[in-house]
T-cell receptor, first 114, second 111 residues
Framework: DAGVTQSPTHLIKTRGQQVTLRCSPK?????VSWYQQALGQGPQFIFQ???????QRGNFPDRFSGHQFPNYSSELNVNALLLGDSALYLC?????????????FGPGTRLLVL | QKEVEQNSGPLSVPEGAIASLNCTYS??????FFWYRQYSGKSPELIMF????GDKEDGRFTAQLNKASQYVSLLIRDSQPSDSATYLC???????????FGAGTRLFVKA
């Protein structure tokens, strides 16, 4: 049973560039959430996708956008990268049918913006 | 006031001791509570979730929830060096779908 997968594992970009991160949820899960984790901090909620719609968004600017595909996989796009966007980006999958909608995390994408 | 607060630590305990990790939250209507373990350079790994007042045990781990005091704790019995990690408390609030994480407590178990 494949868990949550993310690609790429590492990425280096320069300021002003755009980046796309990808996530495939755990088998049987239909909900994908994206988090940003800066060094020494807990994960910060960016947004959640369910049924191909963004159903809640955290306190992140419009430069952060996403998409969910019919197979439940998801992309996170970040435009006009800033140095402060350097972080570990985590994808978590869940399902409304799970008790507490427990989330399971992928390995993350480490983004460095120079 | 932060929505989910944890002591950043580090918390250092000797091997075989009980490690006690604490977390408070501000949203009184929160319904679901989670503990994740995160090793350095890795992603968070779910340890336990709890949603009813009282204790929930799973192997060496016990989660405790007190909604009246807005307090969640995690006890690790017979701590092992392999338990050395950052422990993240997470809370799912009311009226939404997002899960809010604390900054984590670093635990060191000395052999």
């Amino acid at each position: 049973d494949a868990g949550v997968t993310q690609s790429p594992t590492h990425l280096i970009k320069t300021r002003g560039q755009q980046v796309t991160l990808r996530c495939s949820p755990k088998s049987g899960h239909d909900t994908v959430s994206w988090y940003q984790q800066a060094l020494g901090q807990g994960p910060q909620f960016i947004f959640q996708y369910y049924e191909e719609e963004e159903r809640q968004r955290g306190n992140f600017p419009d430069r952060f956008s996403g998409h969910q595909f019919p197979n439940y996989s998801s992309e996170l796009n970040v435009n006009a990268l800033l140095l402060g966007d350097s972080a570990l980006y985590l994808c978590a999958s869940s399902s409304p049918g799970l008790v507490g909608e427990t989330q399971y995390f992928g390995p993350g994408t480490r983004l460095l913006v120079l | 006031q932060k929505e989910v607060e944890q002591n950043s630590g580090p918390l250092s305990v000797p091997e075989g001791a009980i490690a006690s990790l604490n977390c408070t939250y501000s949203d009184r209507g929160s319904q679901s509570f989670f503990w994740y373990r995160q090793y350095s350079g890795k992603s968070p790994e779910l340890i336990m979730f709890i949603y009813s007042n009282g204790d929930k045990e799973d192997g060496r781990f016990t989660a405790q929830l007190n909604k009246a005091s807005q307090y969640v704790s995690l006890l690790i019995r017979d701590s092992q060096p392999s338990d050395s990690a950052t422990y993240l408390c997470a809370v799912k609030g009311t009226g939404g779908f997002k899960t809010i994480f604390g900054a984590g407590t670093r635990l060191f178990v000395k052999a």
